[in-house]
Each structure stands twice: as C-alpha cells, then as structure tokens.
C-alpha cells in the first residue's frame, strides 16, 4: 500500500454501508470484528513455525529482541548478583577410563545445585559439558527396571543392558570417554534438589509481577553451572557443550541463547513447532509471545546445533524447523553447523541412536575430531554412590524452600531497581509488554470506509488498522472539523470510541470544544471493548498462568499494543504537525505504559492514574494485570520512562507512584514538564492543559 500523506485522518476510504444509527461504529450494526484476538494461543493446539528473515542485519535485530524477551521471561533480565558458589566436591568413585565425583553448590543463598562429575583420566585442558536432564523418575539417579531396558534392546533403540538401565549415565560415561568433563546436575525437584518440588512454588500472582518463575531458578542454575565449571582448572571454557533431552532440552536451547560461554549445544525431542514443552519448568509467562522454539533455538545461530526428533512432538523437525534454521545459518555461511535427524520409530527418548549423533557433533566441534562415536559399554555406578548427601556431607543447614529462594530474587530486584537506568527498564518493558513502537512499514490497513459528516460539517473518517506480523487490527474513527490546523488528539477511553458520542450521536462536550478549537479527535477500540468486545472470556490457565501469558499477551498488554498500533498509525501514517494523547478513567496506566514506550512520538500526555498500582493486584484474571511489572519499579517507572516529553497525571493512589518519575524530571532539570495533581480534574481543565 501507498504511504497515507493526506492531512489527519483525511483518507481516501472504500465504499461501505452508512451507520448512521451510531457514529462511532466502523462494522455494520450486529457484525463481530473477525480482527480479535478471542482465541487464546495453546502450547498443545497451536502451530509455532518460523520464517527466517531476508538478511543477518534483519536478523540480529530480532534476535537482541528475542533474547532480551528470554531473560526478561525467565527473571533474569539483568542478571542477578553472583553470590559464592563454595563448591564441595567428594567420594570419588573410579571407572577405568573416567572418574565420577560429587558436587554440590550454592547457586544463590540457601538454594544449592547437586550433581556428578565426570572427568577423564587424560591429563592437560578439556571440553566442558553440561548435561540437564528431562522429566525421567529418580532423573540423575534413575535405574529403568530389566523389562523396560530389554523392550528397549529388542526394538534396537538400546544395545547394551547397562546402558539401556541408566542411559542418562551411559551419556556421560562416553562423554568423559572423549575426554570432555561432564557435569550431570538434578532439575529443582528432582533426584537430591528436594527442597522446592518440582512444579510448586511460583504460581501466585506476586510471582506474576516479580515475574519470578520454576523455569527462571532453573535456567538461573544452569547458569551457574557454568560458573561451576570455570572453577575448575581442567576446564577449557572456550569449548562448553550443553546437551538435555525432552526438559532437559528445553533447557539446553535456553542456556544456549542467554550465555555467550556456551559453544556448542544437542536440545533432544524439545525443538519443534508444534508442543513447545509441558511443564512448568519449561514455561513462563512471556516467554514464548510471538515465538516459538524453533526461534529460540536460532538465537544460537551460527554456533554448532545439532538436535534429534522421535515420534512425539518433534517427529517433523526435519521438515518444519530444521529447513528454516538451515536458512538462517545459511545468513552467517554456516549451513553445515546446523543438523536435524529423527527417528518416528521410537517413542520420546535419548536413545542409543539420538546419543551417538550427538557424540559424534560433539566431537567434530568441541575435539576437532570429524569422525562418528560407537557408545560402549558402561559399568554403572550405584544410584547410592551417587548420591551428594550422606552422613559425613549432610543436607546444608541453610537451605531454603520456594519462599526464601523468592524474597532472595525480590531483594535482588529491588536492589536493581535503585540504580537500573532507563535503557535497561525501557528493554524490560518492551518484554513485558511484547512489543515496541511500530514503524510505518510495519503498519497494516485491513479496511478503509466512506467519509462520513456531521451536521456540523465535521468530517468522520473510519479505519481498520493492525500489524502485518500479527492477525489483530482495530477499528479507529477520526473527527475532523472545518478549519483543520493540523493538531490531534488521541482519546483513549475504558468504552472505546463511544466515549466520543452522546447518546443522540452527537460529539460529547469535550469533543466538541476540542473541534470548535479546530483540533481533530480520534479514538479507537483497544482488547476487549467496544466493537472489540467478546462473548469469550480471557480464561487465564487455572495450574499455571504460564500456561496462559507465556503465548499470549496479558489483556493490559494488549491494549498497549492496541494503543501503540493507534499512535504510529497518526504519527506515521497520518503526519499531524502535533500529536497529543490522552487517557481517561481506567484506560489511564494503558496510555502511560505506551507514551513509555512511543517516545517522542507523542508531544503532550494526559492520564488517569485511576488510584491504580500493580501492587494492590491479587487476582490472576485482573484485566490490568501485567507480569513482570514489579520487577521493573511498577507503574512509578513506567511513569519514569515519559521525561522526554510533557506529562499531566493526576488521581494516583499515592505520593510513591510519582516518585521515581518527579527524580527522572529532575535529574533531566525539565520539572516543569512534569505536572501531578492528587484529585480529579474536570474533564475540560485536563484537555485545555493538553492542546494549551
């Protein structure tokens, strides 16, 4: 489509049937936008492909988004503080070719991290490796039972018995066989990591707004683990492989993309596009909004990837998914350092034949060794001598369950919170939000109507208006009265466009002094209201609400990126010579969290705080939920991201939620440009300060 240079909301519309029975409709009277995002994005029914982009400069743009997306989704967005890991390494035991060790170590305090140690007996620097394990019983120290291990040597998936018995073993049994040093850590919950049960712990709301979650201490611990490993002497950190199946490799992709250490990686059975991981380990609200693992895994591009599908979820990859990253390394001239096989014969597995595949890759590119790995025989080692716990090692005395893991990472956020820069809250908040400013180009018209005039004379322009990345538009409508200087205002309300309209049709109050001052209104209908409304409820997950914001944005997202859509679609489209925006009533903290995020796309910002904090939050299906919000100083900081330009709030719960933003003004020596007034003004005094 041609660029929209005409004067505001001065478009040339297709025809379409008059609603003369109410103004402020864009669809006939009775129709349903078929625009709406009603049908809430599932990790099981869902599709998640991927379309790699034209060119690497394209790409790594995405991919600085997505990874901060990541981080931001797992907690960790920045880091927390690396407190002492104060390893304790014992009891070894003695193979002929490797030794097995037992670990164990504080990945922060009172929440420690259990494992062994595989090390070869060749002496000089090795290959690291990490090896996260999956949702197998006893995980580390499982030991299948004889029927299961022979089933398995009778469908050829297994060749020895022991190996077949404690094939997670057998995997780092040859890995250290290669020479690499191996570190096999338990999952939270699993095998010796007690303390927190597995999926327990972070499913209440304030774990929602400190986007504290069971898959960001995970990740957190492997993160650590590669701490671990550079406390080792014998470690060659510049050669770190990371190889997980089923959970295990969605942690394994995951490390991959957060952590430069790593150089190499094997996720088994996880990559796919179509079930994206079950467990609360594997999801997290944000994480998978517009994304898919597909992408995730491509964060890693254009380091060695090789990963392996079964008859389950990944069965496809080599036909959905691996082509797509195959084009994407094809950008940095690395096709080769990119691989896919399945095996649709065998069931969800790391079976003999996924694990040879990813010896041999290990082997290529972390021992300079092109040559395919025979796995040998093992000779186990006793689930009890593995164990890290025992009466001369006892169970520390300081750790700490779910709660006392949780007030560590508050402490740590709010000790962010006091010298995080705006750059980095600004990031946040495109995270938690799942989107930023859109350009022209990325701006999608889906319908275009007949101009429309009030008695007046006043012109009604309406317009369809969405993303092209995205299925979800909104219905917009322009008022433009004669005389039109080239100022706009942009009216957000909780009834949408409505707001604009009496009940004779007529232009409110308001309205019609803005138009009598020659200023042009638009207004549109964000999430769930006005035409936009839903016979379907936003049903948030009842287990986990992961479940729900990890693939879908939040309803207060949404209507930030409603308003987002709406705001470059007049600064971009449009080209008014001044922009203003206003929020009323509870649409207020929507348009204080999108002028964070427009810049200076607007001039001049008018909103309610409606007595509003994410703090008072206690439902999970609150419409202005936000996960994450807390974490990035609420809608105080959020209020701290407006400086650029003037801002009028007014009605706050208290003198706190403008604290952050009066020092922002401050530090910038622009005071005036900030205005605060606890009680609520009249409609009339908030937009003659606006178009003032």
């Known amino acids: 489509m041609k660029p929209l240079s005409l004067p505001l909301f001065g478009l040339l519309f297709v025809v379409f049937a008059a609603r003369a029975d109410d103004p402020s409709r864009v669809l ?72 097995v060790e037992k670990v164990y170590f504080a990945s922060l305090p009172g929440h420690y991290v259990t494992g062994n140690l595989y090390r070869p007996k060749t002496r000089g620097k090795h290959p690291g490796v990490l090896c996260p394990h999956g949702h197998w019983a006893d995980a580390r120290l499982m030991v299948e039972p ?28 040859q890995l250290a066989r290669m020479g690499c040093i191996v570190f096999h850590y338990d999952m939270v919950g699993s095998a010796e990591s007690k303390a927190i049960p597995h999926r327990e712990g972070f499913k209440d709301v304030q774990a929602e707004l400190w986007q504290q979650n069971f898959m960001g201490l995970q990740t957190w611990n492997s993160i650590r683990c590669l701490d671990f490993l550079e406390t080792l002497p014998d470690v060659d950190m510049k050669r770190i492989g990371v190889t997980g199946a089923s959970g295990g490799g969605t942690q394994t992709f995951l490390l991959g993309a957060v952590d430069d250490r790593v150089s190499c990686i094997f996720p088994a059975v996880m990559v796919s596009t179509a079930m994206q991981g079950g467990c609360v380990c594997e999801n997290c609200s944000l994480l998978r909004v517009n994304t898919g693992n597909i992408e995730l895994a491509g964060i890693f591009a254009p380091k060695p990837m090789a990963m392996s ?10 036909t959905k998914g691996y082509p797509e990253l195959k084009q994407l390394y094809k950008l940095y001239g690395a096709e080769e350092k990119v691989f896919a096989r399945a095996w649709p014969e065998f069931p969800h597995n790391y079976n003999l034949h996924a694990r040879e595949l990813m010896y041999s890759w290990f082997s290529k590119y972390l021992l300079g060794k092109d040559e395919k ?48 820069e705006a750059k980095t809250r600004l990031a946040g908040l495109k995270a938690l939000v799942c989107d930023q400013f859109p350009t022209k180009d990325e701006l999608k018209v889906v319908k275009m109507f007949p101009e429309e005039k009030l008695a007046d004379g006043t012109r009604v322009h309406k317009i369809i208006v969405g993303r092209k990345n995205e299925k979800d538009a909104i219905p917009c409508v322009g008022l433009v009265p004669v005389g039109y200087q080239g100022t706009g205002v942009i009216w957000v309300h909780p009834k949408g466009k409505a707001s604009l309209f009496d009940e004779k049709g007529e232009p409110v109050a308001e309205v019609k002094a803005l138009l009598a001052k020659q200023i042009a209104v638009m207004s549109f209908d964000s999430f769930l209201t006005g035409e936009l409304a839903s016979d379907k409820p936003y049903t948030v997950d009842k287990v986990y609400a992961g479940f729900t914001f990890g693939y879908n944005r939040s309803i207060l997202a949404n209507r930030v990126h409603d308003t987002l859509t709406a705001l470059s679609l007049v600064k971009n489209m449009i080209q008014p010579k001044r922009v203003f925006l206003v929020g009323w009533e509870s649409a207020g903290p929507q348009v204080v969290i999108a002028r964070a995020l427009a810049g200076d796309a607007v001039e001049r910002t008018a909103a309610d705080l409606n007595q509003f904090q994410f703090e008072k939050i206690s439902a999970m299906n609150d419409a202005n939920l ?55 003004p009249e409609k009339k005094d908030v937009l003659s300060w606006l178009t003032r």
Request: net charge neutral; aromatic share 8%.
């Open 146 to 173: 004889d029927a299961v291990a022979k089933k398995q040597i009778d469908s050829n998936a297994e060749k020895y018995m022991p190996n077949a018995k404690q094939f997670l073993q057998a995997k780092c049994a």
């Open 28 to 99: 006939p009277a009775g129709e349903k936008s078929t625009h709406q995002r009603t049908e809430l994005v599932d990790l099981y029914k869902n599709y998640f492909p991927f379309t790699p982009p034209a060119t690497k400069q394209e790409w790594e743009k995405r991919r600085d988004f997505v990874r901060t997306q990541v981080l931001v989704a797992n907690g960790l967005y920045p880091l927390p503080e690396k407190t002492p890991l104060n390893p304790v390494v014992h009891g070894k035991v003695d193979r002929e070719e490797y030794t």
């Open 373 to 420: 790995i025979v796995e040998k025989e093992i000779v186990p080692v006793a689930p009890k001598d593995l164990m890290c716990f025992d009466a001369e090692h006892p169970r520390p005395k300081d750790e700490t369950n779910a709660d006392g893991v949780r007030k560590w990472f508050t402490e740590q956020s709010k000790k962010q919170l006091e010298k995080m």
């Open 626 to 680: 936000l996960p994450g919000a807390l974490k990035y100083g609420g809608l105080s900081g959020m209020l701290a991201l407006c400086v650029s330009n003037e801002l009028l709030v007014y009605n706050p719960s208290d003198a706190n939620v403008t604290a952050l933003a009066k020092d922002a003004y401050a530090a910038g020596k622009t005071e005036d440009l900030f205005v605060v007034k606890p009680e609520k």
């Open 309 to 318: 599908g079964a008859n389950d979820w990944t069965k496809e990859i080599e």
